[in-house]
Structures are given as structure tokens and as C-alpha cells.
């Protein structure tokens, strides 16, 4: 993104409360994007979320549903954020600079819980895909590394032994869309490819590292087509299924092993670990895809209800509409 876009989209960050953490999303980051009427969508982390939203309610009073502050201020944003949510707030419809902006706010304990754990796998999910860093004090763009290799091999767990690249990045994007109540009847239905074809590169470079890493270790083999497009080849062994899944984020292997089984063994630094038992790369890939599918859709589910309590009647219409409408538009 150039230095004068990049400039006018960090506009928000100087009328809002210091954060320590901010980044873009979402459609406005797809190079082709030319609709001016969609919002810019901003995940901001602050290290406390009631203390920051009473700062930012004497700032941005407007910002707000006018019922959660009649009716609570900073500590019913929160308790609803936590409570019925999955730990974010989000205020959208907010104008600034002459453009509509979507931001979610949440604690930087919980974002880091969920980028390293898929704890909720809410943030995390919308991190696996390209987002654009505006703030990062805590440098939160290493820690997301973690999530990114475990998005590779979860997505490599899925696909069949030979897939392209951008079949890859087709399979990372929709983890965390499997599950979400929204793609059945309020998500465009070509999302999904929409996203990887809009922001190819960005995938590439995002996950480059960790394809050249699964090089290294024979999992994987590229080839280059006749149309320039990367074919893929995957050993789909048990040694290598099990290699997949010992990236995977502890609590998906913890729920796994109690389904699948576990063993003890001695990792390269000789401590002692967990090791899923898993009989196929079949078994494994489908006891995952219901977990995180399951966690996708509980958190969804929680999120959809406290952004329906906190927008406010008309904004929660309006952003229902016209998530509808696009959803409408991809059908017909």
C-alpha cells in the first residue's frame, strides 16, 4: 500500500485513544476494490479495554450506540464484549476522513491468546489472511507467525496429495469461515476465492516461509505448469500427518488427543511432549475440520449477538442489510 494511502487510512488512530496495536482488513485491502460506499474495517488491541473505551467515549461519544451509554458507559461495552462476545467490541458506520470505518476493539492479552492458541479462533482467523499493520508496538506481526504455519498445515491436513497454490491459500482462507453462521445466509457466497485472487501476492508473501520450510523437510515438492501457476505434491504418510500436526495450535492437539489418543515423547530439545495418535492423514484432517469448525461457529454465533446488542437498532439493521446484500448479489 503506498506511503499516502497507508497516511489516510491510519487518520483514525489520531482522533482515537493511544493504542498498541492496529490493523487493516478486509475488502479495501484487494487492489481492485473501487466500491467507495464499503467500510474499512480496523482490529485495534489496547491493554485495557474499559479504561480505553471511557477515554474514548469523552473523545468519540458519537461512535457509540446511545443505549449503551444511557444505560452503562465503558464497563457494559465490556461486560458484553466478554461475556456475550468473544472479547471485541466493534463500533461501525463511524465517518472519518469522509470515509466509513468499522473498528473492533479488544484486550492485547486475548489477541495474543487467540493468535497463539485459536483459542476462539476469531481474530486469528482474520490475521491468516492479508492485513495491512498500522500500529504494532508489541510486535504482534512475529507473534502471528505461529498462527500462520499453523494455518499452512492445517490447510495442508485438508487438501488431497496434489493442489495449486492458490488451492492453498483457497484452503487457509476458509478455515475460519467453516462454520460461521453468516456464510449460510449473509456472507457473499464467492468470498473466499474473491480474497485469494484479489490478494494473491500478499498471500504469497505471507506464506512463502513456511512453504519453503516444508520444502526443506520433504513434505512438500512444487512444480511449475504451463500457465505459470505452482502445482503442489505432499507426502500424505502418517510421519508427515503427524509432522501437520504437531504445528497445529495446542488446544485443537489437546482436544484431538482426547478423541484420537496421545502418547509421551521427547522432542529435539529432550522435553517431554504430547504426540496425537493418529491411525490416517484422513482421521486427522477430519477430527480437526470439526473442532475448528465447531469453535468457528460458537464464536460467530457470540459475536453476531453482542454486535446486534451493542450497535444499536439502526446500525444493527443497516450492517445486516448490507451484509445481505452482498450476499444477495453473489447468488443471483
Same mark, same amino acid.
Given at each position: 500500500?503506498?506511503?499516502?494511502?497507508?497516511?489516510?487510512?491510519?487518520?483514525?488512530?489520531?482522533?482515537?485513544?493511544?493504542?498498541?496495536?492496529?490493523?487493516?482488513?478486509?475488502?479495501?485491502?484487494?487492489?481492485?476494490?473501487?466500491?467507495?460506499?464499503?467500510?474499512?474495517?480496523?482490529?485495534?488491541?489496547?491493554?485495557?479495554?474499559?479504561?480505553?473505551?471511557?477515554?474514548?467515549?469523552?473523545?468519540?461519544?458519537?461512535?457509540?450506540?446511545?443505549?449503551?451509554?444511557?444505560?452503562?458507559?465503558?464497563?457494559?461495552?465490556?461486560?458484553?464484549?466478554?461475556?456475550?462476545?468473544?472479547?471485541?467490541?466493534?463500533?461501525?458506520?463511524?465517518?472519518?476522513?469522509?470515509?466509513?470505518?468499522?473498528?473492533?476493539?479488544?484486550?492485547?492479552?486475548?489477541?495474543?491468546?487467540?493468535?497463539?492458541?485459536?483459542?476462539?479462533?476469531?481474530?486469528?482467523?482474520?490475521?491468516?489472511?492479508?492485513?495491512?499493520?498500522?500500529?504494532?508496538?508489541?510486535?504482534?506481526?512475529?507473534?502471528?507467525?505461529?498462527?500462520?504455519?499453523?494455518?499452512?498445515?492445517?490447510?495442508?491436513?485438508?487438501?488431497?496429495?496434489?493442489?495449486?497454490?492458490?488451492?492453498?491459500?483457497?484452503?487457509?482462507?476458509?478455515?475460519?469461515?467453516?462454520?460461521?453462521?453468516?456464510?449460510?445466509?449473509a456472507e457473499d457466497k464467492n468470498k473466499v476465492n474473491k480474497i485469494v485472487q484479489?490478494?494473491?501476492?500478499?498471500?504469497?508473501?505471507?506464506?512463502?516461509?513456511?512453504?519453503?520450510?516444508?520444502?526443506?523437510?520433504?513434505?512438500?515438492?512444487?512444480?511449475?505448469?504451463?500457465?505459470?501457476?505452482?502445482?503442489?505434491?505432499?507426502?500424505?504418510?502418517?510421519?508427515?500427518?503427524?509432522?501437520?500436526?504437531?504445528?497445529?495450535?495446542?488446544?485443537?492437539?489437546?482436544?484431538?488427543?482426547?478423541?484420537l489418543g496421545d502418547k509421551r515423547i521427547l522432542d529435539d530439545s529432550g522435553r517431554?511432549?504430547? !504426540?496425537? +495418535?493418529? /491411525?490416517?492423514?484422513?482421521?486427522? *484432517?477430519?477430527?480437526?475440520? @470439526?473442532? &475448528?469448525?465447531? %469453535?468457528?461457529?460458537?464464536?460467530?454465533?457470540? !459475536?453476531? +449477538?453482542? /454486535?446486534?446488542?451493542?450497535?444499536? *437498532?439502526?446500525?444493527?439493521? @443497516?450492517? &445486516?442489510?448490507? %451484509?445481505?446484500?452482498?450476499?444477495?448479489?453473489?447468488?443471483?
Amino acid at each position: 500500500m503506498v506511503g499516502e494511502d497507508k497516511a489516510e487510512l491510519g487518520g483514525l488512530l489520531e482522533i482515537l485513544p493511544p493504542v498498541e496495536f492496529c490493523c487493516i482488513y478486509g475488502s479495501k485491502l484487494h487492489p481492485n476494490n473501487k466500491d467507495e460506499t464499503s467500510m474499512t474495517d480496523y482490529i485495534i488491541g489496547v491493554s485495557d479495554p474499559r479504561q480505553w473505551h471511557s477515554e474514548n467515549l469523552k473523545l468519540n461519544k458519537d461512535h457509540y450506540a446511545s443505549c449503551l451509554i444511557r444505560l452503562g458507559g465503558a464497563r457494559m461495552i465490556t461486560d458484553i464484549a466478554n461475556d456475550i462476545g468473544v472479547g471485541v467490541h466493534f463500533n461501525p458506520f463511524v465517518s472519518c476522513n469522509n470515509k466509513m470505518v468499522k473498528y473492533g476493539v479488544v484486550r492485547m492479552h486475548d489477541l495474543i491468546q487467540d493468535i497463539l492458541g485459536w483459542e476462539r479462533f476469531y481474530l486469528s482467523g482474520r490475521l491468516q489472511k492479508p492485513v495491512n499493520i498500522l500500529m504494532d508496538n508489541l510486535d504482534i506481526k512475529n507473534v502471528n507467525s505461529v498462527n500462520l504455519k499453523a494455518a499452512t498445515s492445517a490447510a495442508l491436513l485438508l487438501l488431497p496429495s496434489k493442489f495449486t497454490e492458490e488451492d492453498l491459500y483457497a484452503k487457509i482462507c476458509s478455515l475460519s469461515y467453516t462454520g460461521d453462521l453468516r456464510m449460510l445466509f449473509a456472507e457473499d457466497k464467492n468470498k473466499v476465492n474473491k480474497i485469494v485472487q484479489g490478494q494473491f501476492h500478499l498471500f504469497e508473501e505471507m506464506y512463502k516461509p513456511f512453504l519453503e520450510e516444508y520444502e526443506a523437510k520433504n513434505l512438500l515438492r512444487f512444480s511449475l505448469a504451463g500457465d505459470k501457476q505452482v502445482n503442489i505434491l505432499q507426502d500424505c504418510g502418517l510421519s508427515a500427518a503427524s509432522t501437520l500436526v504437531s504445528s497445529l495450535p495446542s488446544s485443537i492437539r489437546s482436544e484431538m488427543a482426547m478423541k484420537l489418543g496421545d502418547k509421551r515423547i521427547l522432542d529435539d530439545s529432550g522435553r517431554v511432549r504430547q !504426540q496425537v +495418535v493418529i /491411525g490416517s492423514k484422513e482421521q486427522a *484432517a477430519e477430527c480437526m475440520k @470439526r473442532l &475448528v469448525r465447531r %469453535k468457528v461457529m460458537f464464536s460467530s454465533t457470540r !459475536q453476531a +449477538v453482542a /454486535g446486534l446488542l451493542t450497535a444499536g *437498532a439502526v446500525h444493527g439493521v @443497516r450492517y &445486516v442489510a448490507n %451484509k445481505m446484500h452482498k450476499a444477495w448479489k453473489s447468488w443471483v
